[in-house]
Every structure is written in structure tokens, then in C-alpha cells.
């Protein structure tokens, strides 16, 4: 897909299933391999590909297959979540860290023997 700044507000969902289609056509061309040869291994229909590659929506669960199909399925992480700490929970756990290190005579009471 050379376009890499492509305009999705701006596009209908028509027109994002079609783009869609585009990229799977273009790395299964790429991978040399048939739409057969593709829905065999995602246990799809070869009409499922089709449909996608033309642009026709077909369901999560089928596109998921397919991208696991063609070892794709790296697409998927940019809905990983990460988390994120806030300022104030940041500067919480900053202020609990340990400001010092204790000292000799502290260690010394503590392994003292009361014999």
C-alpha cells in the first residue's frame, strides 16, 4: 500500500473494507499463494476471500483467519493496550522509593545476639 497517509475519518466503511481487501490481495499475491490455497488454511471458504479481496465486508473471526492465514497477524498489535501511569501516581510511587541507605550501627542491633 504505497498511500500511508490515508485519510480514515474522511472514508466510508465501504471504503475501508475495500482498502482492507486491497492489502490482503496484495501480500497473498506476494507470498505467491491462491485464494484456495488461503482459505484452506484458515478453514474459510474460498468465496470468504473473494468477498474481501472485492472489497465486501465478511466477519471478524473470517478476517483474523486469513491474517492468521498469511502470518499477519502483527497488524492486530495496534490494539494493544498499554498502560500507562498517570503524573500523580508516578510522583507517588517516586516518593516512596528509598531516599538513603541505612547505616552500619542499624545492621550491627539487628544481628546483635541477646546471649
Known amino acids: ?3 500511508t497517509n490515508i485519510e480514515w475519518l474522511s472514508m466510508s466503511d465501504k471504503s475501508i473494507v475495500s482498502i482492507i ?11 505467491n499463494k491462491t ?3 488461503i482459505a484452506e488454511i484458515a478453514g ?3 468465496w470468504t476471500m473473494s468477498k474481501i479481496e472485492n472489497g465486501e465486508p465478511i466477519s471478524l473471526t473470517s478476517l483474523i483467519q486469513i491474517l ?11 490494539f ?8 500523580l501516581k508516578l510522583a507517588k510511587l517516586e516518593k516512596q522509593k528509598r531516599q538513603r541507605a541505612s547505616t552500619d550501627h ?10
Open 1 to 3: 500500500m504505497a498511500n
Open 21 to 31: 481487501g486491497e492489502y490482503i490481495k496484495h501480500q497473498r499475491l506476494i507470498q
Open 35 to 37: 485464494q484456495a490455497t
Open 44 to 46: 474459510i471458504n474460498r
Open 68 to 78: 492468521r492465514a498469511l502470518n499477519l497477524l502483527e497488524v492486530l498489535n495496534i
Open 80 to 87: 494493544k493496550i498499554e498502560s500507562q501511569l498517570s503524573p
Open 106 to 115: 542499624d545492621k550491627k542491633k539487628q544481628n546483635k545476639s541477646e546471649w
